[in-house]
């Protein structure tokens, strides 16, 4: 095989199949052709080449990765390999395939990590019923999303159940609001910072917690009110009989 190459291109003269190929791109798009010999003789060894001029044999093959857009390549003769075994279609082809593959890889596995924490949505939201303290969820707007049986039942006067959609901003007083924004703007400093004691109830004997939701990336989506009592159980171990 002989070859010349210059700025952006790459051409062949198979002498035992008498074929002349070329390779020609730039900034990731990527075209092979078959070419006639007068093409392949007005190619010069280190220039570049004459505008159009590869592009006018038969294309084989073309790609493009320029990394801006998802990668694609066409073939346009299922030949391309043997016909241009010198040249870097194959590779490409090769290369795009494997993305894809890693890609709908990724998106399978996705999907079914969503199917799966879909699966298990209300089996938490049944946990969070089930719970006798009371839980308030908030998105970072304070808007209320969520609350469980105990919170509407103990927030009853105020509203209830029908809470859920107003702010909760609304429900407090100003020096309340303040503090809850102040918590709110420390939980967005760090992921680390994640739960602040806000209150003791004494006559409840409990105490009330503001903690962040994370996403599994970190990001913080919401917070809640957490109530947790000091006062011992009274229920006797296993009382189902």
Not at 92 to 97: C, F, T
Request: glycine letters at 6%.
């Amino acid at each position: 095989m002989q070859f010349k190459k210059g700025n952006g291109w790459k051409a062949c003269y198979d002498e035992e199949r008498d074929l002349y190929t070329a390779e020609h791109g730039s900034r990731g798009f990527y075209e092979l052709y078959e070419i006639t010999k007068e093409i392949y003789d007005r190619l010069i060894e280190n220039e570049a080449e004459p505008p159009g001029l590869i592009s006018g044999g038969r294309c084989l093959f073309e790609a493009d990765d320029d990394y801006y857009t998802q990668s694609y390549y066409i073939v346009r003769d299922e030949n391309y390999a043997e016909l241009a075994p010198w040249a870097d279609a194959k590779r490409r082809a090769d290369a795009n395939d494997e993305r894809d593959r890693k890609r709908k890889e990724q998106q399978e596995a996705e999907k079914a990590k969503q199917e799966k924490l879909i699966k298990l949505l209300p089996f938490f939201k049944a946990v969070l019923d089930a719970d006798t303290a009371p839980i308030v969820i908030c998105q970072l707007g304070h808007e209320i999303v969520y609350m469980n049986p105990a919170a509407c039942e103990r927030y009853a006067k105020w509203g209830g159940a029908d809470l859920i959609g107003k702010n909760l901003l609304d429900c407090h007083n100003e020096e309340s609001r303040k503090k809850i924004d102040k918590v709110l703007d420390w939980f967005i400093l760090s992921n680390e910072n994640n739960i602040v004691h806000t209150f003791y109830n004494e006559k409840e004997n409990k105490d009330v917690y503001m903690v962040a939701l994370r996403a599994e990336s970190g990001g913080l989506i919401g917070y809640y009110e957490k109530h947790e009592y000091r006062t011992p159980e009274t229920m006797k171990l296993y009382d189902i009989d």
